[in-house]
């Protein structure tokens, strides 16, 4: 099956520093790539919606000067959190999708990042 | 609005037995999707299987089973012969016409007993 890597799998830096993560399709074309946030024990939120080339769609609530999401090539996708405090800690997880509607297996996941502000 | 309910913050179930992870769902469109995928603890989020709305069978996928009632808007989903490597969170998901993205449950924590 197609695969998503996702990078770094944990990280932890001080209050202030810029964290950036990355998501990218292996062996396939993402037209669209979303990005997760799950706090413990909690499902998944839509953070933003990011379409190759164009600027990324934010979720209500989800500021997107702190979440910076760059969509350059069609197998990548970058978020960064910009001055991370402690509250930004969570588990950020990416998922692309190959086709033009969602079907089925078509939406894979990366394995997720965990992101620990001190 | 979309909406995707599981009612069962955790399940115990024996080695080798059945056991049902609830879904129920709730949306005005005709057509949707629903999908179940298990979350280890490694955070990864795994594919299981697939329902749409207008398939009349119910879906399969090894031991994995769907069992779709769609006037109750029910999407249960049956894990059969239960194995350890089955512990796992096991979230329930919802997709429909014009929207992008996934709609998730609050997820279920299944812990397979030896």
């Known amino acids: 099956g197609a695969v998503v890597s996702q990078h770094p799998s944990r990280v932890i830096c001080k209050s202030g520093t810029s964290v950036k993560i990355e998501c990218r399709s292996l062996?396939?074309?993402?037209?669209?790539m979303f990005w997760y946030r799950q706090f413990p024990k909690q499902s998944l939120m839509l953070m933003a919606t990011?379409?190759?080339?164009?600027?990324?769609?934010?979720e209500q609530g989800v500021e997107k000067d702190k979440f910076l999401i760059n969509h350059a090539s069609l197998t990548l996708s970058t978020l960064t959190v910009t001055s991370a405090h402690p509250e930004d800690s969570s588990f950020y997880i990416c998922?692309?999708?190959?086709?033009?509607?969602?079907?089925?297996?078509?939406?894979?996941f990366g394995s997720g990042t965990q992101l620990s502000v001190l | 609005a979309q909406k995707i309910t599981q009612t069962q913050p955790g399940m115990f179930v024996q080695e080798k037995e059945a056991v049902t992870l609830d879904c129920t769902y709730d949306?005005?469109?005709?057509?949707?999707?629903l999908f179940w995928y298990k979350q280890p603890s490694s955070g990864e989020m795994i594919f299981l299987i697939y329902?749409?709305?207008?398939?009349?069978q119910n879906a399969t996928e090894g031991r994995y089973s769907l069992n779709f009632q769609k006037a109750r808007k029910s999407a249960n989903l049956v894990i059969s012969a239960s194995q350890l490597g089955d512990s796992a969170m096991y979230f329930c998901?919802?997709?429909?016409?014009?929207?992008?993205?996934?709609?998730f449950g609050t997820g279920t924590r299944l812990t397979v007993i030896p």
């Open positions: 329902q749409g709305s207008y398939d009349e």
């Open positions: 990011s379409n190759e080339g164009s600027k990324a769609t934010y």
């Open positions: 949306t005005s469109d005709q057509s949707y999707g």
């Open positions: 062996d396939f074309q993402a037209t669209t």
């Open positions: 998922s692309a999708r190959s086709g033009a509607t969602i079907a089925n297996e078509k939406l894979f």
């Open positions: 998901a919802m997709s429909v016409t014009g929207a992008n993205n996934l709609f």
